[in-house]
């Protein structure tokens, strides 16, 4: 297979805490991203972090990159019941705006 | 907000039969992906088109599965016959254009089609 590898594949947090999110990827990149996707809907683009970054927030959330390991995290602060999705992470590498896509991981935050 | 259409939302078909599913990009998108995502899976690229060309169809099934776009704009894939290990979600997605190097388009995504084969 192609894919990364994401864990936990399954995270189950309460309201207001964090939730960590780690993905591994195999080939070199030129960037990462993050995407959210809802119960049997499309991807919906979190953000990206380019190879020569290792650390990019938006709002609630922070992305770190490590080329050396070949590995991403995102954290979400202060979860919300709303942010309850399955996450993924795709790496970008080559001349053709290819990603490779993790398994992703599931998230379940509860009020 | 522009968005990617894709049509239908929902098919259920039997093994052996021909299914098909419609993608219409974002206005002035050139480029257009395919990808499967089995359920539990992320998803993965099955074909690319740059315009009407196809730039990557490595992971697509060529014996049962096709895909055009002859205008440059929507675009339709095609499995025939379906097996039931065809099941899963059909997303497509749509970006500017792909650049070489560390510039790249965002990618976004319609909402797929869930096919089921029974």
């Known amino acids: 297979s192609q894919q990364g590898e994401e864990d936990p594949q399954a995270l189950s947090i309460q309201e207001g805490e964090n939730a960590t999110m780690n993905c591994s990827y195999k080939?070199?990149?030129?960037?990462l991203q993050w995407y959210r996707q809802n119960s049997g809907r499309g991807l919906v683009h979190l953000i990206l972090?380019?190879?020569?970054?290792r650390e990019k927030h938006s709002g609630r959330l922070r992305v770190t990159l490590d080329t050396s390991k070949k590995s991403s995290s995102l954290l979400i602060t202060a979860s919300r019941a709303a942010d309850t999705a399955s996450y993924f992470c795709?790496?970008?590498?080559?001349?053709?705006?290819?990603?490779?896509f993790g398994a992703g991981t599931r998230l379940a935050v509860h009020p | 907000e522009a968005e990617v259409a894709q049509s239908p939302r929902y098919k259920i078909t039997e093994k052996s039969q021909a299914v098909a599913f419609w993608c219409d990009p974002i206005s002035g998108h050139a480029t257009l992906y395919w990808y499967r995502q089995i359920l539990g899976q992320g998803p993965e690229l099955l074909v690319q088109?740059?315009?009407?060309?196809?730039?990557?169809d490595s992971q697509l099934p060529k014996d049962r599965f096709s895909a055009e776009r002859l205008k440059g704009v929507d675009s339709t894939l095609k499995i025939q016959p379906a097996e039931l290990g065809d099941s899963a979600m059909y997303l497509c997605?749509?970006?500017?254009?792909?650049?070489?190097?560390?510039?790249?388009?965002?990618?976004?995504f319609g909402p797929g089609t869930r096919l089921t084969v029974l």
């Open positions: 080939t070199s990149i030129n960037n």
């Open positions: 088109f740059q315009d009407e060309s196809v730039v990557d």
């Open positions: 972090i380019r190879s020569n970054e």
């Open positions: 795709a790496s970008l590498s080559g001349g053709y705006n290819k990603l490779i």
């Open positions: 997605a749509s970006s500017l254009a792909p650049l070489g190097g560390s510039i790249y388009n965002e990618q976004f």
